[in-house]
């Protein structure tokens, strides 16, 4: 950052924090002083150069500029495709849009879009959801994304894996 200047970001300290040791500080405390210590070293290193510009692909910087994305958070890359995959049609839900891209629930758990890996539940599909809050990123079953909560912040079950 050039000197005089602010830029106002959201983190996830869970990115930096196990890079410094606690010491005596509580976990807030330590939040709070690995996030500061991540970014002076990084300024220093040009990593927060290239946190401030993710490589995301074009529909993850539409939900990026509506969204806003969390500093250093470069998880969200389109699915990689693995297998199995299936190709029938992907949830009870689809036809009320809960597995469109964009798509957010009342918890504020993005839909990122289709893995093409199967669910675990009868028929479903996994989806890659990203926390609104958190920024954590994890697999759901297509009928389940209309109520699911987080699994680091919002009390939700494990997410699947993508
Ligand atoms: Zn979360």
Redesign the pocket.
């Known amino acids: 950052m050039p000197p005089g200047r602010t830029v106002l970001v959201e983190t996830y300290p869970r990115l930096y924090s196990a890079d410094f040791p606690r010491e005596d500080r509580s976990p807030d405390q330590h939040d709070a002083y690995a996030t500061a210590s991540w970014l002076r070293d990084a300024d220093k290193d040009g990593r927060l150069a290239q946190a401030l510009a993710p490589d995301l692909s074009e529909s993850n910087l539409k939900l990026a500029k509506h969204e806003g994305w969390i500093l250093g958070v470069a998880c969200c890359a389109e699915p990689t495709p693995q297998a199995p995959r299936i190709s029938a049609q992907s949830s009870a839900r689809s036809d009320q849009g809960t597995t469109r891209p964009g798509y957010r629930n009342r918890n ?2 993005v839909v990122i879009g289709p893995t093409g890996l199967l669910g675990t539940d009868h028929n479903q599909l996994v989806y890659h959801l990203c ?6 990123n994890y697999g759901a079953n297509g009928s389940d994304i209309h109520a699911r909560k ?5 009390g939700g079950r494990p997410g699947l894996a993508i």
């Open positions: 504020g758990q926390c609104g809050r958190c920024g954590l987080c699994p680091y912040c919002g």
